[in-house]
């Protein structure tokens, strides 16, 4: 992955899956399974909480005379809205740190986004996952537009 001036370049990748003739009924069952644990975790994912982003703000208003950065601005929004299931004690995916996400923010970028973006196969809106507070469209921007920027510290 490359970041260039508002444009993120990814390596072309292909998703194949076998079809059932080659994997049979333990491969068909192995496939169900993961898909269940997928919805399953989806459910869990989050506070039992029904709150909105109103009660989790995550910085004060962006001024357009300063960037946003890790620390003013990135760290809160994973922290108030990604840590309860991408938080310390999760090897791949641990969001408090900066290099962690530096290594995710092609997903990230697609999944936050408020709104579909050019070469995301994730759709948009995508994160986070489960019944937690969920960012406003501003807050998604703003971490879209940090990460455009290159995720400044």
Request: aromatic share 6%.
């Amino acid at each position: 992955m490359t970041i260039k001036q508002n444009m993120i370049t990814l390596p072309k990748t292909t998703i194949t899956s076998a079809p059932s003739r080659f994997l049979g009924a333990r491969g068909d069952l192995a496939i169900a399974a993961f898909a269940m644990v997928l919805i399953l975790a989806q459910g869990a994912c989050g506070s039992d909480d029904t709150d909105t982003a109103a009660d989790a703000t995550v910085a004060t208003p962006v001024d357009a005379s300063t960037q946003d950065t890790w620390t003013s601005f990135a760290s809160g929004f994973f922290e108030a809205y990604c840590s309860e299931c991408h938080g310390p004690g999760d090897a791949l995916r641990d969001y408090s740190l900066l290099p962690m996400v530096e290594s995710e923010a092609a997903k990230i970028r697609c999944g936050v986004s408020a709104d579909s973006l050019a070469g995301c196969s994730i759709p948009a809106r995508q994160f986070p996952i489960g019944s937690g507070p969920k960012p406003t469209d501003e807050e998604r921007l703003r971490l879209v537009q940090w990460i455009e920027d290159g995720a400044a510290d």
